[in-house]
């Protein structure tokens, strides 16, 4: 089975997800018999290009990484992201534009649009799920089509999927957990000497945090996908709000705590967590000192992770660690993806 | 659509199964549309059962537990397993027969007998996927059915079942961790200043350890998940033999190594682990000194978990962990066979 594909947002993960699609491109065919052509690329700086005979990747990576805009590969004249997915032909829209963490959108135009169309559409980006879950879950399950978002959080890892396709009817109750790995890096590199602001530069430096921090060091990003998770996996009838997630970030945490925590064989995280009490779901982001008895203690760097409490496995925890140059980067957010695309048209 | 099932082994696993099935009957049903009925039963001591119409499930745990027979609840005149399966109709058989570690009989004749009558074959019985992944795979793909094995490993946890459905492509090239709750358990008990005997006994008197505890603290039991790990998610062309694992238990890890260890604020676990080297796939079970910076160093008591290394996700781990009143066991295992189920015919 061919598949037409467009990128919506061509920044580092979609990139990246462009080179691991190429670097599959044999065993996607010989164990899934499926083949595959990209016929759409929106691009936030470096314009639109429509084929639906199929865009030389190779080419159009080449071109945005020099800085140069991709529009002569496009056989039509476009100039919006709606108009790449409209007129790309595409059976699968991969959604990266960027997170608008109030609204959702674009994004969830972009998704709209696409499953209209009769695509399935695949996102990285939370402000869909925190803002239309239900609506898009519904959306696509009327025209036979898939809504998936695995890269929204642990950065690629399964975690949605193995609830969806290897837990079924466990009931999740709570989750508690380290997901915004930006400041755990703060927070890690703080406790080897350095200052607050030499670790934000440092996180800035490798890609990991923005120019404006706040998103992760105020903690929106983790109450955003304690949001997420909370409603997909626990209770999809009432999504909670990232606005009522109980959140303080990680600016209080001064390096004498770091340090006066260090000698005290402890570690400052910033825990996030969700649980039912009655017949609400209450989420909360806030820095908690842990001991060596916590599993969140050894999580270092930009490590993540969580654990699950459900009715038939009291205690379920997926990590995902750093590992000697390889840190936590587009690349494993690229292959969630990935994964999604796999998973919907296997 | 309605399922029968027969259960093959009637011990503390296969009830607790049967407990959560009729638990789950209701959502089951609301979420999957499948109900179920019980055909068939065979235990180790207390007798055989057959009714196609459906077996009280409630009669038969009450008098198991109470050390009768069951079969005054038969139809038919049976007098082993694979009459049982041969007459019950099921649709889906349950094998939890003892573990053969050097041969995986009778359990292989199970499942063989199972998947030729059409059945899906679900067991927890680590022998089958060590001594005949590659035939049992084989002959349930011939007949369009299912043979599934969750509970082999991490206790219920998914793994098999992330490799298969949520991580596709996904080139293992390495996996490290504990994946023997009775040997950690009994390490930690050590921890805390008992002797090796008492913590074997304790393991004996909460039923996590055999009255031959060899398997356990020889490391036979991790060697044979090793196996079974390496065997399905790493080459089942070529399938690793628990005696090709290279094999260390725990015997001669003294009080006084652990007293020191402790001193120095480490850990003695029973490390369990695969790697590609060349062509060739290695698997080792040894006894590691663990410090805190180590994944490992966190997973106390009855804990499990393995960090798998994977060309997509570098590092990507799952832990089994206790839960204050709730200690790993049977409830966990059946979930495995549970999933598997729905997994199967959903």
């Known amino acids: ?26 065993s996607l065919k010989s164990t899934y018999d499926i083949t595959y052509s990209v016929t759409g690329i929106a691009t936030g700086r470096h314009g639109f290009a429509v084929n639906p005979d199929g865009i030389d990747v190779g080419q159009a990576l080449e071109k945005v990484e020099s800085g ?18 409209q007129h790309s032909q595409a059976n ?17 135009d972009h998704v709209r649009v696409a499953l209209n169309l009769g695509m399935h559409a695949i996102t990285a980006n939370k402000g869909t799920v925190v803002h239309a879950y239900q609506e898009l879950t519904a959306l696509a399950k009327s025209k036979n089509k898939k809504f998936r978002f695995e890269s929204t959080v642990l950065g690629g890892s399964p975690v949605f999927s193995t609830f969806r396709e290897a837990m079924p009817l466990a ?26 602001d030499d670790a934000v530069k440092y996180c800035q430096s490798i890609g990991i945090a923005e120019t404006d921090p706040s998103g992760d060091v105020d903690g929106w990003d983790a109450a955003i996908k304690v949001s997420a998770l ?18 303080k970030g990680i600016r209080e945490i001064t390096p004498e705590m770091v340090k006066q925590a260090k000698a005290e064989k402890k570690r400052w995280k910033l825990v996030a967590s969700a649980e039912r009490v009655g017949s609400q779901i209450k989420g909360r982001v806030s820095p908690e000192l842990v001991d060596s008895s916590s599993p969140l203690y050894g999580m270092m760097g930009s490590s993540s992770g ?22 936590g980067g587009p690349e494993e957010t690229a292959y969630g993806l990935f994964a999604d695309f796999v998973n919907a048209v296997k």
């Open 306 to 327: 969580l654990t699950f409490s459900t009715d038939v496995l009291p205690n379920y925890s997926v990590i995902v660690s750093e590992r000697a140059g390889m840190k």
């Open 1 to 26: 089975m061919h598949y037409k594909l467009c990128f919506i947002g061509f920044g580092n993960v979609a990139r990246s997800l462009a080179r691991l699609l190429e670097r599959k491109r044999g």
């Open 92 to 108: 699968v829209m991969f959604e990266n534009s960027p997170v608008n963490y109030e609204t959702g959108q674009p994004a969830i």
């Open 230 to 247: 909370a409603t997909v996996l626990m209770d999809a009838s009432r999504p909670l709000k990232p606005q009522d997630v109980e959140r």
């Open 68 to 85: 140069n805009s991709i529009a002569p590969l496009s056989t039509f004249q476009v100039a919006d992201s709606l108009a790449v997915i």
């Open 171 to 196: 009931e999740l109750t709570s989750f508690k957990g380290i997901i915004n790995a930006t400041t755990n890096l703060i927070l890690s590199r703080m406790e080897d000497g350095e200052s607050f």
